[in-house]
């Protein structure tokens, strides 16, 4: 059964919405004022923009075997990630979520006159959905644990060891994103730009398999590394 959330409270800060530029908060304050002033216009117009909304799907795993998670009503997971990870589950909670369409119209508005605010604007937007993702991602551990059960890292399509359009369109089978207005384009992006896929695994007895960030050639330079504020 899938299931849309209902509205979410993001908690986004400053910092948030620097990061979500690809910089570093602690040097932008030291160098860039103009850059920060930017940042702090767009988390205070940033929220009237954006429309979270998410849907999941609970599905079984029937089997593991030769990188492939088969799933029950004929549906799998594919790849040396989702199997690492996976393999001990005994359920997947596959899910994606957005923020909507405004935020990126108001960006492309504003890039010709703008930009840089345009782009602390877009910043915001990133920080956003990966606050929406990370709530969702919280509501899953809760529910688990109240179970008796754990849940695993998020995994998403485009990891290594997940390419991106195999998983993309995955996910997408699994799971009818049309319900909260998310596309996948023929080039297995996500329409709004703004919007996440993931998947969660859930079980009693599920190993938590460190950071799928430690095999990313990125993760020195990466905002969404997850071991980031450890």
Not at 43 to 48: K, M, N, T, V
Not at 66 to 78: K, N, T
Not at 96 to 113: D, K, N
Not at 220 to 229: I, L, P, T, V, W
Request: proline letters at 6%; one cysteine or more; hydrophobic letters at 45%.
């Amino acid at each position: 059964m899938m299931r849309q959330n209902p509205p979410w409270e993001l908690e986004i800060s400053l910092d948030d919405v620097l990061r979500g530029q690809g910089a570093d908060p602690a040097q932008l304050r030291r160098r860039s004022p103009v850059l920060v002033e930017a940042a702090e216009r767009a988390l205070a117009e940033g929220r009237s923009l954006i429309q979270p909304a998410a849907v999941h799907r609970e599905v079984a795993i029937l089997r593991a075997r030769h990188e492939r998670l088969e799933l029950e009503d004929g549906g799998f997971l594919a790849g040396a990630l989702p199997f690492q990870h996976l393999a001990g589950a005994e359920r997947v909670i596959v899910a994606v979520c957005t923020i909507g369409e405004a935020l990126e119209t108001r960006v492309a508005s504003l890039m010709a006159s703008d930009p840089i605010y345009a782009l602390a604007l877009d910043g915001f937007g990133s920080a956003a959905v990966e606050a929406l993702a990370n709530a969702l991602c919280r509501c899953f551990s809760t529910e688990a644990e109240t179970a008796g059960e754990r849940t695993s890292l998020p995994l998403s399509p485009g990891q290594p060891g997940w390419p991106l359009a195999e998983g993309q369109a995955q996910i997408f089978a699994l799971v009818d994103a049309s319900t909260i207005g998310v596309q996948l384009t023929d080039h297995a992006m996500m329409v709004p730009r703004k919007s996440l896929s993931f998947v969660v695994g859930v079980g009693r007895d599920l190993q938590v398999r460190g950071s799928p960030c430690e095999a990313c050639p990125l993760k020195e330079r990466c905002r969404y590394r997850s071991d980031r504020d450890a």
